[in-house]
């Protein structure tokens, strides 16, 4: 009897096989763009905002003016003691260049911790994690994308009240959004 021509492995193993690569993919791209999402979060920074900014302006004018006079003082001083230019530190606790208007004790990265991992459906809840660098808020959404079932519908999402904002663009630290970019970044490691 000779050989019958046809398949040399079973097709059901076949489609095993491929629903397996699949899903391992689809986790790959998930864990990818959570990355991505996370890290390309802007994390608020005192230092950037504009009352900030507007004192520490002034103050370090103050003080220049002040170092740019100590020649003109010292030219007119007929008395022994001389004007000395300003330190960096007395330029801090004297001028307070450094200072703050705004945001004292301020700790970043609550939107950054606000990213969250569903699967099959979205979460609505709201997260108020403070997780500045992600590396909480990857580590969690990670475990849950790995341990989700064959073929997931992975949910990665923000319900923070003020993500629409920093998506429009309110943000100096993510002018065009958040999301836009994750999305490229993703994709060009995968080109």
């Avoid at 050989?3 to 193993?13: A, C, F, I, Q, V």
């Avoid at 002034?58 to 002040?66: R, V």
């Avoid at 999402?157 to 309110?170: D, I, V």
């Amino acid at each position: 009897m000779a050989n019958k021509p046809g398949w040399s492995h079973s097709l059901t193993d076949f489609a095993d096989q491929a629903g397996e690569d699949i899903t391992q993919m689809a986790r790959a791209i998930g864990v990818a763009m959570l990355t991505e999402v996370v890290n390309r979060s802007p994390v608020g920074n005192p230092d950037l905002w504009e009352a900030n900014k507007a004192l520490r302006s002034k103050n370090t004018a103050l003080a220049d003016a002040y170092d740019a006079n100590v020649d003109a003082r010292n030219a007119s001083n007929t008395g022994r003691k001389k004007f000395k230019k300003l330190t960096q530190r007395e330029r801090k606790e004297n001028f307070y260049v450094d200072a703050k208007a705004a945001g004292k004790g301020y700790i970043g990265g609550t939107f950054r911790g606000s990213h969250m991992v569903s699967i099959g459906a979205p979460d609505l809840t709201v997260v108020e994690n403070v997780d500045p660098s992600g590396s909480d808020t990857i580590s969690k959404g990670a475990m849950l994308i790995r341990a989700s079932g064959q073929f997931p519908v992975i949910y990665i999402q923000t319900n923070s009240p003020y993500g629409e904002m920093l998506e429009l663009g309110h943000s100096t630290q993510a002018p065009g959004g958040v999301y836009d970019l994750a999305f490229i970044g993703v994709s060009e490691a995968y080109k």
